[in-house]
């Protein structure tokens, strides 16, 4: 096929494969317009279509009772009863964040916020996963700093609570961290709003900020590798106004309590082109756009510039005839930018017009049913040999507590208090638990419900073995969820991977996939939304493989909430579950000996299901003081944090002394507080559950055998890791 | 007591001063769009914390003169009870109901957590549900919570027993650790810290409600 070099300059600029440009060319059946390549590249982007994940995507788990809309909309939705519904997404603004760390981390909260209010839910809650690269790093300090700045700064201002998250570093985030965020939603179930446009001849509306050259191009920059000259793609970044995202939020919501609405769909990747070719194709109908009647920052702006552009804020409605004003009352009221630019037509076409000129005129349906689904070549991790523990015993000279002293200061067991305490985690004041604990809980408002919710996931297992990486990411969201007292209802994913066109990343991919069906299916815990980050990769360099889970559970009675921390004195400390002493692949491994080896802990998700229900109905029984799940750093770990959360020691007397009990990560694991063990240890054994003693609560001291630690020293090592290292 | 929470165009904890207020007084308050000038009869009103206007230009520069400002200013002349929570007590000083400013914090970052403070006078219509002294732990959420006057006024402000709340733990580098003042006749109180906030069990502490309590007490 020969090309004209116009049309080869813009193959390249927008990765597309030459390949797809043939099927592009016959869709059309001509040449292209700049604007229509542009349109058709953004669409046909991995960002946007999925073509690398979506026949392994089609295999997961979305239907349940609790299901009320899975995943092809802006955000899953969930039953949480009383005819109120749970509305929640996860997505990744990975290599924004890297480029620009504050804008890059900022939008990324203000897009998924979009997605969530979009569906007619009012956003009562934010949560984040960071994945930076190793302390050492000269840019990591930088990007952490940029990063948490530009979260808060955008969440803070529209008021949604920041109330959890995870933060992890490793080296192979160094070029390419990770800015995953999540939005919880609660709406009417009744009113649950979607992008599929309806009536011919009704107008489309914009509204939200003018439209401006930022992030143009974002969604194929996205679905590209790095290189050394990523900062030269600062451009293709948005750049946020959290000011206006509070005014729409409060407009569009306003607005959906009328009945002026037939769809609204956000304008995030891809822009106005998503937008209207989603509305345009779930609806089954054509849309014309007088693209003059955009509001814009530049008049300059071409056709493509418009149709690509990145501004953030910005939404798309089709309203019902005869309630244009009403609208138009509700965006002068709170002072946004609105404008119809286009109505629905029979055509099944996109058309725009710029100046009077026609620049797009596409097929919406030959267009979306083309989008290339690729079914590429993968690979399986080969397996890694189960460790002995016994091979890697607490060094000489050292004991367990050393150890726990040594662990609890290192960047990924550390307080992660500097971070948080940049969040505002009150606002809407109906939180009832945040960062710091297993699982945020917020008060379903109006009511005594507490929603829960939590992000997890680690990429040390998924590098190890996907399967089980992607299991355990699942099953740790089900068990800091049933920690507080809820019951895990659903999840949302956000794949952060690789190159997908080498077969290992798509082995890990493929592998992450199986493993997190498996758990879905046998926890009784569907995904109803998610987002695929692929290509995170710097000269070569895959990341990690971070499946990350944000998992949603619901209590009835929020009065019955529990917490890590450790209540009172003289109460019996047990662990939940079997601890064999796992060591691949777990903290203590990589920290104590420097190696990043093994397989991970395997996952039993019949025992995940049986502990999980076990320890959901103590705390119901109010049978239980307090309950941490047992995750990375192990059972030493998990005391420790308890003992620090309620300022108050422990005096453990358990027989065993080897690192496997103490750090092995072996998982279904609790560590609960009693007042009464005799009565929590008939019933685990008539629950089939295994248990330990441990000890008792006291003092101001972890005890263990004839060794003490000061909770203060804990603390201070605990507590002053990271804002040390941030003053530099 | 009938109250008024005047919502800004990026108020954001505006909802959460009308909950509290409920709890306090069993009565909804009144909502004041920022485009109005006209106000119903009310004992208290309410200037919520938030981001109005975005903070641009400078936090609470742009919310001191809207039109419903200048009913606020007209009001608390004529002795109306106002309280500025967070953003509230910035566009106080930004509208020239309190002396000051409120400058970023030290840091140069956001904090939030829950701060001790000493109630240092509890003759106020704010706070004469506390002891004379008394340490309430009340969270704090803000980036521009820096408390800074000429030193003529702080030690009027001082000397006039007009602070009401002082960090003990200070936050945010306020002089004197300043964390909530009055004006001259005490009908008019900011405050960085948001009482609001810890005002019902599910907040694990209520130390707030007691100045929504202490407001009932004396207005009735």
């Known amino acids: ?728 | 007591m009938k109250a008024a929470v005047v919502v800004f165009p990026g108020s954001n904890c505006d909802r959460d001063a009308m909950r509290a207020l409920t709890l306090a007084t069993g009565q909804k308050p009144h909502m004041a769009w920022h485009g109005d000038a006209a106000m119903p009869d009310v004992d208290l009103i309410v200037l919520p914390g938030g981001f109005s206007y975005g903070d641009y230009h400078r936090t609470g520069a742009m919310a001191a003169p809207s039109p419903v400002m200048r009913e606020v200013i007209a009001r608390a002349n004529k002795g109306t009870r106002v309280i500025g929570i967070c953003n509230g007590f910035q566009i106080l000083c930004e509208s020239g109901l309190l002396p000051g400013v409120l400058l970023r914090n030290e840091s140069l970052k956001f904090v939030c957590r829950p701060v001790r403070l000493k109630v240092e006078n509890n003759q106020t219509d704010f706070t004469v549900s506390y002891d004379k002294g008394q340490t309430v732990t009340i969270p704090v959420a803000h980036g521009e919570g820096n408390y800074f006057a000429e030193p003529d006024t702080i030690k009027k402000l001082e000397g006039e027993g007009r602070v009401a709340f002082r960090y003990i733990d200070n936050p945010n580098g306020s002089m004197n650790d300043i964390a909530g003042i009055m004006n001259d006749k005490g009908n008019v109180l900011g405050m960085m810290p948001h009482p609001e906030r810890v005002a019902e069990p599910l907040h694990g502490c209520t130390d707030g409600i007691k100045v929504f309590q202490s407001l009932l007490k004396a207005i009735g």
């Open chain 1, 1 to 728: 096929m020969t090309m004209s070099p116009e049309i080869e300059k813009l193959i390249a600029e927008h990765n597309m494969a030459r390949d797809e440009y043939a099927v592009l060319l016959r869709v059309l059946g001509r040449e292209p317009t700049e604007a229509e390549f542009g349109v058709i590249a953004a669409m046909w982007s991995e960002h946007c279509s999925y073509k690398s994940t979506r026949v392994w995507l089609k295999t997961l788990p979305t239907t349940g009772p609790q299901v009320i809309m899975g995943p092809g909309e802006n955000a899953g939705v969930i039953d949480i009863g009383d005819g109120q519904a749970a509305v929640f997404k996860m997505e990744s603004h990975n290599h924004p964040s890297y480029i620009e760390p504050y804008q890059g981390a900022a939008t990324g909260v203000g897009g998924i916020l979009r997605d969530v209010f979009t569906m007619g839910a009012r956003p009562i809650a934010n949560l984040n996963a960071l994945r930076f690269g190793e302390v050492s790093h000269p840019k990591t300090r930088s990007l952490v700093s940029g990063v948490v700045a530009g979260i808060g700064g955008y969440g803070n201002c529209v008021g949604v609570p920041t109330v959890g998250g995870e933060t992890n570093f490793h080296a192979s985030y160094n070029g390419n961290n990770l800015v995953n965020a999540m939005t919880v939603g609660l709406a009417d179930a009744k009113r649950i709003f979607t992008s599929a446009a309806a009536g011919i001849g009704n107008a489309v509306v914009y509204v939200g900020s003018k439209t401006g050259r930022d992030g143009i191009k974002g969604a194929t920059m996205a679905s590209g590798e790095f290189n050394a000259n990523a900062e030269s793609q600062r451009p293709t970044v948005q750049v946020g106004d959290p000011f206006t995202e509070k005014l729409l939020i409060e407009a569009c919501l306003e607005l959906m309590g009328t009945e002026a609405v037939v769809a609204i769909q956000d304008m995030g990747a891809a822009g106005l082109t998503s937008s209207a070719v989603e509305m345009a194709s779930k609806g089954g109908l054509g849309i014309e756009l007088d693209l003059d009647k955009v509001p814009l920052r530049e008049d300059a702006m071409s056709a493509y510039e418009i149709m690509l552009s990145e501004s953030q804020e910005r939404m798309l409605f089709v309203l019902k005839p005869g309630h244009e004003k009403e609208a138009e009352d509700i965006f002068k009221k709170w002072e946004l930018d609105y404008s119809v630019i286009g109505k629905l037509t029979d055509t099944g076409r996109i058309v725009c017009l710029r100046h009077g000129k026609t620049e797009v005129d596409i097929k919406v349906d030959p267009l979306v049913e083309s989008s290339p689904v690729y079914n590429r070549p993968y690979e399986a991790t080969p397996v890694q040999p189960v460790l002995n523990a016994a091979d890697y015993p607490i060094p000489a000279g050292e004991t367990p507590l050393s150890v726990l002293k040594t662990l609890i200061a290192t960047p990924d067991l550390c307080s992660r208090r500097w971070i948080w305490e940049q969040y505002d985690c009150h606002v809407g004041t109906n939180t009832a638990q945040s960062s710091g604990g297993d699982a945020a809980v917020v008060r379903v408002e109006g009511t005594n419900k507490g929603l829960a919710m939590c992000v997890d996931c680690s990429p040390r297992y998924c590098a190890a073995d996907p399967v089980m990486g992607g299991k355990q990411a699942v099953a740790e969201t089900y068990r800091n969820i049933s920690a507080v007292g809820a019951k895990p209802l659903a999840i949302t994913d956000n794949m952060n991977f690789g190159n997908p066109e080498k077969p290992r990343i798509m082995g890990q991919f493929v592998g992450a996939c199986e493993g997190m069906k498996e758990a879905c299916i046998a926890l009784d815990y569907p995904i109803v939304s998610g987002n695929c980050s692929l290509y995170n990769e710097t000269n070569g360099q895959p990341i990690l493989p971070a499946p990350a889970i944000g998992g949603v559970g619901l209590m009835q009675d929020i009065s019955k909430m529990m917490t890590v921390a450790f209540k009172a004195e003289g109460e019996s400390v047990l662990v939940i579950g079997e601890t064999k002493g796992h060591i691949g692949q777990s903290l203590y491994l990589r920290e104590i000996f420097g190696k990043e080896e093994g397989a991970p802990p395997p996952v039993n998700l019949t025992a995940e299901r049986r502990h999980g229900k076990f320890v959901r109905q103590l705390i119901d029984d109010r049978a239980i003081t307090a309950c941490h799940d047992v995750a990375d750093g192990g059972l030493m770990i998990a005391l420790a944090e308890m003992a620090l959360a309620g300022d108050m020691g422990c005096k453990i007397d358990a027989p065993a002394t080897d690192a496997g009990f103490w750090f092995g990560e072996d998982q279904a694991r609790y560590v609960v507080t009693t007042r009464d063990p005799d009565a929590l240890i008939a019933k685990a054994e008539a629950a089939g559950v295994p248990f330990m003693l441990l000890g008792l609560t006291g003092g101001d001291k972890v005890v263990l055998a004839a060794e003490t630690v000061d909770l203060a020293w804990l603390r201070d090592l605990h507590e002053s890791f990271l804002p040390d290292y941030m003053e530099g």
